[in-house]
């Protein structure tokens, strides 16, 4: 057996059972993907189940109010997603879905990996979906760090031939249970094929949550979905960095500045 075939059966009897996996729906896996970028699954399953019921097609979200979006995806953090993911749906609505990874990094959100993703789970194309997990995976495969080109090429060349869907669900799953930060080598299936677990690049730090930026704007937000518009100078009780916050919001389009007054944006 070699390490493509172990990798496949431990896959068949330990996957992981999500919602997103069940359907080659490209609006559902589109969605799911959205919602995955920077988010855990465990914490993304119920906002996804919830979300699809609201918007099942393109064209619910793409007519939908931005407070219903943003009231939607509240929870998910990095709001300013689901506005792209609604400008997504308009476009995809107006011309029909892209099919290729290529293709589908037109839409607004959608970078390399999405993009990825969605071509393999719903319109069958043999990519790799190159995240952070596969990423650590497959450098400890290897036994040197991967990044840039060379992480394409080797992720090209270690895909498994015609098994694209279950082959990068596997390694998103192994990175994710067991080919973790600190491995549990013990319990991994292809332990045998693995060059150097101990290779591992922690992610830049995105700084402590509270004081920043990021508050800053998911308190504006969860206030203004309450009461809509709000004074400038209440916003400014929330947060010291309130103004900064609001500024970067009207850049995105998410809010508007009238005066001393801040409103979501139809």
């Known amino acids: ?66 407070a219903e979006v943003l009231s939607s995806w509240m929870g ?38 999405t993009a990825a993703a969605v ?53 998103m799953d192994l990175g994710a249970t067991i080919c973790r930060p600190s491995p549990d080598c013990a319990a991994c299936p292809v332990t045998d094929w693995c060059e150097d677990p101990g290779i591992y690049e922690r992610p830049q730090s995105q700084g402590r949550f509270e004081g920043s930026i990021r508050q800053a704007r998911g308190a504006i937000l969860r206030t203004l979905l309450e009461e809509d518009p709000v004074a400038i100078d209440d916003l400014r009780e929330l947060s010291p960095r309130v103004d900064e916050a609001v500024a970067d919001l009207v850049d995105e389009g998410v809010v508007m500045l009238n005066e001393d007054r801040v409103s979501l944006k139809p």
Request: net charge neutral; hydrophobic share 40%; glycine share 8%.
């Open 1 to 66: 057996m070699n390490r493509t075939a172990a990798l496949l059966e431990w896959y068949g009897h330990s996957r992981r059972d999500l919602p997103w996996r069940n359907t080659t729906d490209p609006w559902r896996i589109l969605v799911s993907e959205v919602m995955l970028q920077q988010t855990q699954a465990s914490r993304v399953v119920e906002s996804y189940r919830k979300f699809i019921d609201r918007f099942p097609d393109p064209g619910s979200l793409a007519t939908a109010a931005n």
């Open 76 to 113: 998910l953090g990095y709001n300013t997603r689901a506005l792209r993911l609604k400008e997504a749906a308009r476009i995809i609505e107006e011309r029909g879905w892209p099919t290729t990874s290529i293709e589908l990094r037109s839409l607004p959100g959608v970078g390399p990996y």
């Open 119 to 171: 071509a393999c789970f719903a319109f069958g194309e043999q990519t790799a979906a190159i995240d952070t997990n596969l990423r650590r995976v497959l450098s400890r495969w290897v036994g040197r760090p991967l990044d840039g080109a060379d992480l394409i090429s080797t992720a090209g060349e270690l895909l498994a031939d015609g098994a694209a869907i279950d082959w990068n669900q596997a390694v």
